[in-house]
């Protein structure tokens, strides 16, 4: 009775081997860029979030500063981000806006210049805003300070991103 022979040769392997190595190598680069295809689907939830920032009790027709924060997801990392709104009341509308500066991102402030009263100010570049956000013309900001999502519920002023005015 013949015995078989279960010897591999150098040949197979040496396929064997390439094969599997080529194989690992290709999923470690092929996983991490379905991954970032699909990542919007996989965050479908955070997209929707609102953060309750203010009680519509305390607003008042001045714009006035609340910070908020919450729990920022990046990947694998997760940090404590504070942001930061103006927000007022006017009749029965709630206005909250970013205090980003659409010039160059420096951080704005209501009446933060004496010259200027009833405006955002920023003093990076002299830039003016109007209490709605409105840009004024001749100064540097060419777009309206971007405007807060804002829901409010039993009384309290939820905030989701800040979106562009235009
Ligand atoms: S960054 Fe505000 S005016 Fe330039």
Redesign the pocket.
């Known amino acids: 009775m013949s015995e078989k022979n279960h010897n591999v040769s150098r040949r197979q392997f040496l396929t064997y081997t390439l094969t599997g190595v080529g194989g690992f190598m290709a999923a470690g680069m092929l996983l991490p860029m379905a991954r970032f295809a699909i990542d919007p689907v996989l965050q479908v939830g955070a997209e929707g979030d609102f953060i309750a920032v203010a009680e519509v009790d305390e607003l008042t027709e001045e714009p006035q500063r609340f910070d908020f924060s919450f729990e920022q997801e990046d990947g694998w990392y997760t940090s404590e981000t504070t942001n930061t709104a103006w927000i007022y009341q006017e009749g029965d509308e709630i206005v909250a806006l970013s205090p980003i500066?659409t010039?160059?991102?420096?951080t704005?402030n209501w009446e933060g210049s004496d010259d200027y009263p009833e405006h955002f100010y920023?003093p990076?570049?002299?830039?003016l805003f109007e209490k709605d956000g409105t840009n004024v013309p001749g100064?540097?900001?060419t777009e309206p300070l971007h405007r807060y999502e804002l829901e409010v519920r039993d009384g309290t002023v939820y905030l989701g991103r800040p979106e562009p005015q235009i």
């Open positions: 500066c010039h160059l991102g420096c704005v920023c990076c570049h002299f830039g100064r540097p900001p």
